[in-house]
């Protein structure tokens, strides 16, 4: 009776220790889906391809907030965090740009970002962003590198620039020429899923 209680334990113990099967998607407008439904948001819709493609039960945080910048990704990561994700998507720093910030202390908010989420034992995938031309080109350079720096740094896994095939396209965009439209983020949602489900 006490071996068949330990073992009951110790089953109990390892399944609210698991890692769940969740993904978080810490990021700005372009990942709540800022004029879009919830539904028609991409990581709403990555959440269905996972579930209708691979046949794997998943849940999917979206945690983006309009107008967030990096300098606020830390404190709604340890937030999220409590759901014990397994996997963080991280996709901020674009509001740091054109807002013209700093961009040393972009670099070390997203530096926090990944090492509070990695010390969690959650994967980290990084989206790359990039900035039009009309920042100059020393500062565009920069903001364009601080992605690379970061991977490298941290040996984080990474996608290319997260609107690759939707920026500057009109019939994916919202009239603001910024904003994915609800096929811009079906557009945005295939990258996604083709990049992420090898680490499922």
Request: proline share 3%; charged share 25%.
């Amino acid at each position: 009776m006490k071996k068949f209680m330990l073992i009951v334990f110790l089953f109990n113990f390892s399944v609210l220790n698991a890692k769940s099967h969740t993904i978080l998607f810490l990021g700005d407008s372009l990942t709540e889906g800022l004029g879009v439904s919830k539904e028609d948001a991409f990581p709403k819709q990555v959440e269905h391809l996972i579930q209708t493609e691979i046949n794997t039960s998943i849940t999917v945080i979206n945690g983006g907030v309009s107008g967030s910048t990096t300098s606020d990704g830390l404190a709604r990561l340890k937030w999220y965090m409590r759901k014990n994700p397994s996997m963080v998507f991280l996709a901020l720093g674009v509001n740091d740009g054109l807002r013209g910030l700093n961009l040393e202390l972009s670099q070390k908010n997203l530096e926090e970002i990944i090492k509070y989420a990695q010390k969690s034992d959650a994967k980290v995938l990084l989206a790359g962003m990039l900035l039009p031309p009309n920042y100059g080109p020393e500062y565009t350079k920069r903001f364009n590198d601080m992605y690379e720096e970061l991977k490298v740094k941290y040996k984080l896994t990474s996608m290319g620039f997260l609107l690759d095939g939707v920026a500057g396209e009109k019939a994916l965009n919202q009239r603001d020429g910024i904003h994915p439209n609800e096929k811009g983020h079906a557009y945005i949602a295939k990258k996604v899923f083709e990049f992420i489900k090898e680490y499922l």
